[in-house]
């Protein structure tokens, strides 16, 4: 059973982009099943596509609350989890808003034993050619060292399912040194340390580019910082770039010879290739899908729920957190 | 008295492309006093060229620990910050350790009334060409509200010496809406409100390079993380474009092309074309320059060093401080 529930009402240009993607990945060889509004969904689906739907009428808005989900079982996000705990799908995507996904995955999944509450993990590409998986990425923002330690076995699960065989952990801090961080760093090594994993120690975000871990372990808000500043950054050098490119025509004519090179640039650190971030924690695969998700994204999503299915990254996570206990 | 004393034995090069740096300083019109090893600084000296050395032997090492200092009058980064201190020098540039540098500043300038530790502000290109300033980027890893409300005033009063009239102070923040952010975060955004301070609420770091805000407000850890995340971002494109630009012969005639608006790009965006950092909210300007200094980003340092004291920086963060009181 590798079949993924996919929410089509989740995501800006849902369900049209999402129901393309899932398109792609049915032709591509998945076996996928859309959640929905049936009267929009059904007709973006081309005949003799083998692409189930099951009907809700239920999608949250971008503007709701997550914690209104509470009363509302039909939602199509929280469909696509309960077909997941029934057994019905093997893993979840959601390109909708992150805060309902995480708050659907926790009703109807409920989180693994040992793990008090999911992180949200994301995967970035580093200097060396290799991916960092980074989390918490946004999904709490205050956290005790104990709950550090438990995303550090969660992210190193996945981490082994994306073919790293022993992950290196690494703790975010302002400087390598022993002692360094805040008080809440000060606190977490340590307990790093004290479990089975390969504890490389802290780690600066220059040095994770670089490829000092595979693992980076953070709570939600400076992870999320790190995220916004490193795309803030990227922006900023791409535009005011562009800018001093367009001052000159030796400058345009340069541009447009790199054109084949910044495609190919695109396609190694591009979001939508990526497929999205990866709820850990929660009893089944869910991944998060970015909002502006295109076509291309939706099926990277599929295929990345997919590769963690057939890894077996629920029972992993379990594993190494019942080793602890 | 616009004099500025530079540390002529901080730094990775030192003494010599920090001599070189207040030389090209001298030339440009600045009134320069450089403090170190004379036997080691003078022969770096032009003739005819008015630059006076203040003689000390003792030097701080990287590898020392700040604390030593304590026990070091005679070091020249303290020598440096006495300057001031006894009316000798208005200004001071140190790039040498910054943790040295702060402990310096501490003990012989001491902080103004209100500011109960000084902060390290830093200064970001904008993708709407302004300039950001970020405080703090280091010196502070765990911060109480009241701490990040006198960041606040500190950092308004360097961007109005920058020249913004009414700076715009935002708090960085995993999201924009109120009742976004860590407890801390919470917590300290009431009590920005009740100064007398343009404030626009929380910012995220994306939010902030595109121009959202003139001063962007954060404990030392946190700031700390963000500019590393946004250097490592830098630094693995260029990376990887670099070496998509290399496959094929087209990239690398592009890349020819391309090297007269590079230059300019990077002109605009260079560590050593900003000068430095500085440190706020010790009686005196005090600048701290980038470690790998070279002449260029030394004479820089000096020059905003000096803008700094021509603006009234220590009065202006004295005077904001004291309305609050």
Chains 1, 2 share one sequence.
């Not at 590798?2 to 800006?12: E, H, L, Q």
């Not at 989390?135 to 438990?150: H, M, Q, S």
Request: aromatic share 2%.
């Amino acid at each position: 059973m590798r079949r993924i529930a996919v929410d089509a009402m989740g995501g800006d240009d849902a369900p049209a982009a999402i129901v393309a993607g899932a398109v792609a990945a049915v032709r591509a060889g998945y076996d996928v099943i859309l959640v929905g509004d049936e009267s929009r969904v059904a007709p973006l689906i081309p005949k003799r596509v083998d692409l189930p739907i099951l009907h809700t009428a239920d999608a949250f808005g971008m503007s709701e609350a997550p914690s209104s989900l509470r009363r509302r079982e039909d939602c199509s996000v929280r469909r696509v989890m309960q077909l997941v705990r029934d057994g019905d799908a093997a893993g979840a995507v959601s390109c909708g808003s992150t805060g309902a996904t995480l708050v659907a995955a926790v009703l109807d999944l409920g989180t693994i034993d040992g793990a008090e509450r999911p992180a949200i993990a994301t995967v970035l590409p580093r200097r060396d050619g290799g991916r960092l998986v980074l989390l918490d990425a946004g999904a709490n923002v205050d956290c005790r060292p104990e709950l550090l330690a438990c995303f550090a076995q969660l992210g190193a699960a996945f981490a082994e399912v994306s073919g790293v065989e022993r992950p290196r952990i690494g703790l975010l801090a302002n400087g390598t040194e022993e002692g360094k961080g805040n008080m809440q760093v000060r606190a977490t090594l340590p307990l790093l340390r004290s479990l089975d994993l390969e504890v490389v120690g802290n780690v600066e975000p220059t040095g994770a580019m670089e490829g000092d871990c595979d693992v980076l372990v953070c709570d939600g808000f400076v992870g999320n910082i790190l995220l916004k500043a490193a795309e803030g950054a990227v922006g900023t050098v791409v535009t005011l770039l562009k800018e001093e490119i367009k001052r000159r025509p030796s400058g345009v004519l340069g541009a447009w010879l790199l054109r084949g090179a910044m495609r190919r640039f695109r396609s190694r650190v591009a979001w939508d290739a990526a497929g999205g971030a990866l709820l850990l924690g929660t009893k089944g695969v869910v991944v998060v899908g970015h909002g502006r998700a295109n076509p291309d994204a939706v099926s990277a999503a599929i295929a990345m729920a997919d590769r963690n299915v057939s890894g077996g990254l629920v029972a992993r996570m379990s594993d190494r957190l019942a080793s602890e206990r």
